[in-house]
């Protein structure tokens, strides 16, 4: 009886990565949300602890999405 012998898989292809994990998707801000930071942009380019939450709290946002977003517009 004859044994055929196959090659073996290389270790990359055996060995399973860790699954990634799932990034948290972007704010979808409306189109008013989108307008007033534009607008409080125009003429304040930092803002303040106190400016961030009042501006997200007049938005419906909270103070993190105001803060990071506020320069990505």
């Known amino acids: 009886m004859r044994v055929q012998k196959f090659p073996q898989k290389p270790l990359y292809l055996v ?8 990034r948290k998707s972007r704010t979808a801000f409306t189109n008013h949300q989108i307008f007033e930071l534009e607008k409080r942009f125009l003429y304040q380019k930092y803002l303040s ?5 009042e501006i997200a709290a007049a938005l419906g ?5 105001v803060r990071k977003d506020h320069f990505r517009i």
Do not use: T
């Open 15 to 22: 060995v399973r990565a860790q699954p990634k994990k799932k």
């Open 49 to 53: 602890p106190a400016d961030r939450d």
């Open 61 to 65: 946002l909270s103070n993190a999405q």
